[in-house]
């Protein structure tokens, strides 16, 4: 469920690009360091906007680096470092050991159950230091997998309780930017989770798995995915209104394309392979 708060990289300047890869780095690097290799392994685009978003809005201390890593040792690269980077590494721990534990429980995926126990002490190393972000998760992560269980076809409930989650992340600060932050976070977390649901409904029924957009599938039928993009532009609105209040002067140009362009790439993705395989269909 990570990995879709990317920017669109063939709208931004060169210079933007370089700017972006510079916070891309500089989370892997912080993630290296204060986490081991495992820790590295979960970097992903979507942490990395939380890191740019909360260190450009607080204007803190940036340190910057330049240098080849274990990934790219001779292609040198610009690494940024704030204390938002050092933030968003814990939050990208505890989303992915919690999920890890998570998956383990509900299916015994070897491999989730294999790397959430590598970053079991990491995990507890970041509940310690962030108690009420590691509680949400948690809770809420629960309260995901009892709705499942009783097939829970409630859209708003199920993906508000991952916006929840979001939110809490999203607004570490109790201060005059934290409703914004938090219903930004809040509604970018429901078009997530509404977003990965669409994207794995059809494997999903074939599977015989738990997904909530099935049964709303067959109510709409033909109506079903425009209703769908409907609510997605509704969840993203929402969520850029709470973006656009606030005050953001660096890199403004690299967090607009994410908010109104990037985010929609996996979208427009599904809908190409969906286009495809009805393709496939029609002419076998």
């Not at 300047?13 to 690097?29: D, I, M, S």
Request: with cysteine; charged share 30%.
């Amino acid at each position: 469920m990570f990995g879709y708060v990317l920017p669109n990289k063939g709208e931004l300047k060169v210079r933007e690009l370089e700017e972006y890869q510079g916070w891309y780095c500089g989370l892997c690097r912080r993630l290296q360091k204060e986490y081991g290799f495992s820790g590295r392994l979960s970097l992903n685009y979507d942490m990395t906007f939380l890191a740019m978003i909360l260190s450009s809005l607080y204007d803190v201390d940036k340190k910057v680096t330049y240098g080849g890593c274990i990934a790219h040792p001779i292609r040198k690269k610009y690494k940024y470092d704030t204390m938002y980077v050092s933030y968003a590494a814990s939050m990208n721990i505890l989303l992915t050991y919690y999920k890890c534990l998570d998956d383990w429980q509900d299916d015994r995926n070897l491999i989730r159950g294999t790397y959430g126990a590598v970053l079991h002490q990491a995990g507890r190393r970041g509940s310690g230091q962030y108690p009420d972000q590691s509680e949400m998760i948690r809770q809420c992560l629960e309260e995901l997998k009892q709705a499942e269980l009783r097939n829970e076809a409630d859209l708003d409930l199920v993906s508000g309780l991952f916006g929840r989650i979001c939110g809490a992340l999203f607004a570490p600060e109790k201060d005059i930017w934290y409703q914004d932050l938090y219903h930004m976070g809040f509604y970018l977390g429901k078009f997530i989770y509404l977003l990965d649901a669409y994207e794995d409904m059809n494997e999903d029924e074939k599977k015989d798995c738990y997904n909530p957009l099935i049964r709303l599938k067959e109510q709409k039928r033909e109506k079903f995915d425009d209703y769908m993009h409907d609510i997605f532009v509704m969840m993203m609105s929402k969520a850029g209104r709470a973006y656009d209040r606030l005050p953001i002067v660096e890199n403004s140009g690299i967090l607009d394309n994410i908010i109104y362009s990037g985010v929609w790439q996996k979208y427009n993705r599904i809908l190409s392979a969906a286009d495809k395989d009805n393709l496939k269909t029609d002419n076998p």
